[in-house]
């Protein structure tokens, strides 16, 4: 990561919508709709309504998250301003560029939460701890863990 980046830079990003009364699909490129090329899909599932997933930074790692099914917000920080994402439509995804604190919080029962990354997984690259994320963003020089 070579700059800082903060709440503003997570964007909300339209999906395309094809389809008739017959059902919808949704087409999502790298580079296009997704702003990186994706390493690693995974989604969570069976989340009891209301619960919380996340709550954790990436030192390099961006994911684009969408709420397939149900709904579930997400909650940005950048160490200085917060900022609370609802994500409720296939067709709508959120950005998050490495660096970002977020937390997937009050899942509907039975959401399903699309998680698309730039990353194959690294345990490395994960900031689980909140004080160690704040001591990160401190930093001069972010590019440097």
């Known amino acids: 990561m070579s700059q800082k980046k903060t709440i503003w830079d ?3 990003v339209y999906l395309p919508k094809i389809g008739d009364r017959k059902g919808h699909i949704t087409p999502v490129t790298n580079f296009k709709e997704v702003p990186f090329q994706v390493k690693r899909v995974f989604y969570l599932y069976d989340i009891p309504g209301g619960e919380s997933r996340g709550a954790h930074a990436h030192y390099e790692c961006q994911q684009f998250l969408v709420a397939v099914s149900g709904a579930f917000e997400v909650l940005l920080d950048d160490g200085n301003s917060k900022r609370q994402v609802l994500l409720n439509r296939a067709d709508l995804g959120l950005y998050i560029p490495a660096g970002i604190w977020a937390s997937e919080i009050n899942f509907s029962g039975g959401a399903v939460c699309l998680v698309l990354a730039s990353q194959n997984f690294n345990a490395e690259d994960y900031i689980r701890d ?5 001591n990160f963003i401190k930093r001069d020089d ?4």
């Open 142 to 145: 972010t590019s440097i863990r």
């Open 130 to 134: 909140y004080s160690d994320y704040l």
């Open 10 to 12: 997570a964007n909300l």
